[in-house]
């Protein structure tokens, strides 16, 4: 039975986007006038120009697309901590959206989610009603009110009965009811109170924010993002917030949100993408990839740079007229070791060792008689830097500076210290083994531009360039692209990064404000962390960290938790997974393939896993919903699976190729991170923990991915824990 109160909420909703019309036809008037100006003094066409970018700002604040405008309501004593007091002591009622709407006499219509006095609505409790009488959430689709869920509090401060563990658990389990779409939505109308506590948290230091799966982490980092943009709009809208991902397709599946939240100047990239420099292209296999993720390659490219700055081995003699200038091993010892006394990164400090090259070699150039050497069209005495203009292109000159102090590019260093066991063996020393040291070499290539990075080189393109500076004589709009520094930055998927990538991450840090998000027992790369502390020291720290955990599942339906928990048991003993808020009413399917006589077993799997994704996707349409299918495969039966999907006649999205686009996305495990699909289809689960670096910890993310149906397709036996979970729910 629908709420009586329905149609009344009704009238204010159509009200409150009636005002948003407005506000945008205002926007737009605003601009037409602007751009309708012509002529004018420089002062004039300057403010035209800022009318014209406030104008098209408040038009792209204005545009929530399909989302819901209002989602709730709160009642709250009259005057309680706002110093104004509601007519003959009645409650006072604020309806909570995405964006604050105003009527024509600036009386509230909507207040901004983010907004101080919204804050009971997410985080009132019976225990503490922050000073509400009620809370109302609303169940909507577009503009439509469909239903309204009530929590009543009375004077004592406890609830009229409603459990408030969860904050409008109807709404909230409609709302995880709903397919997917293939994209994230925003939780801006459902955050509940322990995601709330994260999401308004400080700005200063470094808040670690541990979720398992379906905790809603990503989403919560996302909201506190747009609410630090919100509160701290100065400095943090000139500084910027930066959100990195794990991979090119989250950032797609995430990039519609913070727009949704009235936010669209927060950058988002992978670490990788964080160095302009160099694409990744080349693969390293997994010893060298751990290696190079080491902290002490830090030490090793430091040690790499500082080997670059030398005294010559042998006198370099240069003409000057009738007489020779001489530069000898001791004199360039001298200017090298003054530059490296002096602050700034090795480039920087180029011009540093030239000058005091020409200061020394000033008094070489004097003539015999006493006196400085005339230039032919003076009588003035020759300056150091008059020196240095004749000699600075002279060949012997060119290679002798090259020998103390080239100018260098991150590609460079990097190119010649692998290339070169010899430096890698000067580099390295007391860092690495032998054996480490092996691991760094390879062929060298004709040029820099012609080498193919792997991922793992990248964060040490970075740290390279970190100490080299820019290899430009002049400082230009794009010499320095990838030094960019933010107010915020917000990592999610930070348990698989390494240490290397987190210091990558890290310079990126203006002030050491940060939100690290993640899982510990998720962590799927290459290096995988303990506890938190491994993290955080490598990151800007000086102001502090704290760490805070997400509990609750909503995501995953409890029969498929239960599976994975048993994996869990396993990989992260100790560790559980949090509690699931919801049921789907069906055990995973375990489904066996049989390869007939004369296939392979690729081809059987591929069968079985298309008819089990239309399988999946039926059973999502009985429940009336459209629904979204991943299919997470072993990188050795992407192609397989791919066949057998294109016999079938279902069209897919694969990563790369319109992930994402489609009902159904094909993908290895190492792109579904932070993805959720309606069903998951799993094949192959023995081969996918054998060909990723941490093993079961893999099948623990691709479980997980699930907000409906899960589906496991295989042809050889089961891990362990996963056959014990089957047989326990057969």
Known sequence: MTHPDVPAEQAHVDLAYARLAAMR?????????????????????????IRVRNSLSRLEQLEIGRESLVFGRIDRRAGEGLGTNGADGADEAFHIGRLAISDRDQEPVVVDWRAPIAEPFYRATGAHPMGLTRRRHFLTEGHRVLDLEDELFDAEGSDSGVGLGLSGPQVLLATLERSRTGRMRDIVATVQREQDEIIRGPLPGILVVQGGPGTGKTAVALHRAAYLLYTHRFPLEGQGVLVVGPNPTFLRYIEHVLPSLDESGVELSTVNGLFSGARSTGRDDEATTRLKGDPRMARVIAHAVADRERPLRRTVEVPWGPRVLRIAPGLSGQVV???????????????????????????????????????????????????????????????????????????????????????????????????????????????????????????????????????????????????????????????????????????????????????????????????????????????????????????????????????????????????????????????????????????????????????????????????????????SLLDAVAAALDASGLAYGRVGDGALDEQITLLAIEDAKGLEFDSVTVVEPARIAEETPQGLRALYVAFTRATQRLAIVHCEALPAPVAAAASSSA
């Open 25 to 49: 036809a205002a926007a737009m008037a605003r601009l037409q006038d602007a751009f309708g100006e012509r002529g004018g003094t420089f002062q004039a066409l300057t403010e035209r120009d």
């Open 337 to 635: 070791s003054a530059a490296k006394r002096r602050p700034g990164t090795h480039n920087s400090r180029r011009r540093a060792v030239e000058a005091l090259l020409w200061r020394h070699l000033l008094d070489q150039a004097a003539p015999p008689a006493g006196g400085f050497a005339e230039s032919e069209d003076s009588s003035e005495p020759l300056t150091a830097e008059e020196l240095g203009r004749a000699l600075r292109r002279q060949p012997e000159v060119v290679a002798a500076l090259e020998r103390m102090w080239p100018v260098l590019t991150p590609q460079q260093l990097l190119h010649d210290l692998f290339g070169a066991p010899a430096l890698i063996e000067l580099a390295a020393a007391n860092v690495l083994d032998a054996n480490e040291r092996m691991l760094l070499r390879r062929d060298r290539t004709t040029s820099a531009n012609d080498v193919a990075w792997a991922d793992a080189d990248i964060p040490l393109l970075d740290e390279a360039w970190a100490l080299l500076g820019s290899s430009r004589r002049r400082r230009g709009p794009d010499t320095d692209e990838h030094a960019r520094t933010f107010g915020h930055v917000v990592v999610d998927e930070a348990q698989d990064l390494s240490p290397m990538q987190l210091r990558m991450v890290a310079r990126r840090s203006l002030s050491g404000s940060m939100t690290i998000v993640g899982d510990i027992a998720q962590a799927t790369g290459t290096w995988v962390p303990a506890s938190w502390p491994q993290v955080v020291e490598h990151l800007p720290a000086r102001r502090g960290w704290r760490l805070v955990e997400l509990t609750v599942n909503y995501r995953t339906p409890s029969e498929i938790i239960e599976m994975a928990g048993r994996i869990l048991e396993q990989v992260a003993p100790g560790m559980r997974p949090p509690e699931a808020v919801r049921t789907g009413g069906r055990a995973p399917r375990i489904l066996r393939a049989t390869p007939s006589a004369g296939s392979f077993p690729g081809e059987a799997l591929g069968e079985l896993a298309a008819s089990a994704v239309r399988g999946e996707l039926d059973g999502i349409s009985d429940r009336g919903g459209l629904g979204t299918a991943g299919v997470i495969v072993p990188p």
